[in-house]
């Protein structure tokens, strides 16, 4: 499934969802996400796992701090 997809079936946002996959490592788990390449295009793409995960954890951080170090900020 897409990034917008796995943002539908979560009830979150886009960018929220693109918080908590970062929050909670889903990009760099090879059993969450894998990247399909046509020529010089990259496509994301997301297992039912990369669900399960966010919702066993919570749907990721608790507070906007929590975000912001998820998405790179210092606080």
Partial sequence: MSA???????????????????????????????VFQHGSMKFPSYSDHALTKIEENGRGPRDQRDLGRAQGESS
């Fill in 4 to 34: 917008t997809d796995l943002a539908a079936k979560s009830g979150l946002t886009p960018p929220k969802t693109n918080a908590v996959r970062q929050w909670c490592g889903i990009d760099g788990d090879a059993q969450c996400c894998r």
